[in-house]
């Protein structure tokens, strides 16, 4: 009999619900089949409530609790309706790898937290989860993230092209996947994604975010504004390490442009919408190159395959084409690959939930700085 595991994202971004069903086969390195997909948008004020939460506010720990019970609720409610709309054999399915939304990540005070009632999902739709995938790479002295990379190794890693797999989610990050060398495989986070870009365009457009990089498209990088976002400590960091809405947010943003316009060389002509948008994309283009050219002794040119909502984003994807362009990287989707970008996440927190299940682990000491490999997750049970 196949066995499901049934994944479930919500990223930085917090756009909404990514779900997946998948069988992984054993006799085949595991290899992957789909078997169905749901993406569901999170009302506005579940997601209103959920972007207060992952900054310091009063009553934090109320807010949260309910919170918590809330989008555990809307988990186990759209599972049933993956089930449901794709007659799903509830039989087969071992168990849900749900990853929850991340509220907190400091991972240089030892935690990470993520939301999403574990224990209501189970009660709502009678399967086991996996949950707290972090927690344990955390306490083995790792920065709980990123958790991707193990799962790109074992379905992307080429024995004779060197590959790049980059996530752009509210947070972009890379895994590095040199030629036929399992054991070289490492990766980080690189710096904001599509969360100052979404936050700025919402506030500027009302719309969600800058389909296809238009808007940015439309403005012109502004030097001196980046150099200021760039001297983020973030940047400066070697890896192994890990960020989120805590470093990087419209705050934050507020805060650095407000310092820009108080420097004496600012130059009050540039100051648009628009162009800051451009620059918000460069700061994210820059800071992906700068992270694969680190590589360059070890992987000197190859594939770069992109997933995540900002795979989607034309502008973005052209821009690092044009910055790649010098050691001949090519830039494309992983659909070329066979998964499409939308899926590759929420399907890697259904492979996690494999690999607890199996007793097999999770992380990669290299990716992570973990002092070893580790099952990663716990489990609520029926």
Known sequence: MTSLYIGVMTGTSMDGLDLVAASFDPLASYKIKLHATL???F??????????LTLPDDNEIDRMGIVHVALGRMIGEGINRLIDENQLDRSKIRAIGSHGQTIRHRPASGFSLQI??????TELTNIPVIY???????AAGGQGAPLVPAFHQTLFQHDS?????????????ITMLPAGQPDAVYGFDTGPANILMDAWCERYTGQPYDENGDWAAYGHPIRSLLDRLQAHEFFAKEPPKSTGREDFNLEWLDDQLADWRNDLEYDELEDTPENIQATLMKLTTRAIKKAIYRSKELMPTGEVYVCGGGAFNSHLLEQLRWRLRKHEWSVQTTEVLGLAPTWVEATAFAWLAMRFYEGLSGNLPAVTGAKGF?????????
């Open 161 to 173: 092209i060197h590959r790049v797999i980059l996530n752009l989610g509210g947070i972009a990050n």
């Open 374 to 382: 580790r099952v990663l997750g716990a489990m609520t049970h029926i």
């Open 39 to 41: 993406t569901l948008q």
């Open 132 to 138: 707290d995938f972090r927690s344990r790479d955390l």
């Open 43 to 52: 009302e506005e004020d579940l997601r209103d409530q959920l972007m207060a």
């Open 116 to 121: 999403g009632d574990p224990h209501l999902i």
